[in-house]
Nanobody, 117 residues
Framework: QVQLVESGGGLVQPGGSLRLSCVVS????????MGWYRQAPGKQRELVAT???????RYVDSVAGRFTVSRDNAKETMYLQMSSLKLEDTAIYYC???????????WGQGTQVTVSS
């Protein structure tokens, strides 16, 4: 059974930093396409960043230059380093993976990030 577990969320002041982690089990992590989404209160879930099996990365314009997505295949973990955080980054952050063997998408339970002074 594929499971994704996020951690690292919390309360941070504007301009601060956080690093989110997403540990994946039960899947061929090193082969999978992965991503981070977020959902702010009253808004639709939006794609934040993606990383391919070859570690090619893409970002939504609003976080480009401030966020960095990475992966450690040995630890079966994906990270999202968030810097220069803004109030509008407040959201629940979810990690997702597309299993390369089944093409099925899996989601974590989410971790809350709150940016507030």
């Amino acid at each position: 059974q594929v499971q994704l577990v996020e951690s690292g969320g919390g309360l941070v002041q504007p301009g601060g930093s956080l690093r989110l982690s997403c540990v994946v089990s039960g899947s061929s992590f090193e082969l999978n396409f992965m991503g981070w989404y977020r959902q702010a209160p009253g808004k639709q879930r939006e794609l934040v960043a993606t990383i391919t099996a070859m570690s090619d990365t893409r970002y939504v314009d609003s976080v480009a230059g401030r966020f960095t997505v990475s992966r450690d295949n040995a630890k079966e973990t994906m990270y999202l380093q968030m810097s220069s955080l803004k109030l509008e980054d407040t959201a629940i952050y979810y990690c997702t993976t597309k299993d390369v063997m089944t093409s099925q998408d899996y989601w974590g339970q989410g971790t809350q990030v709150t940016v507030s002074s």
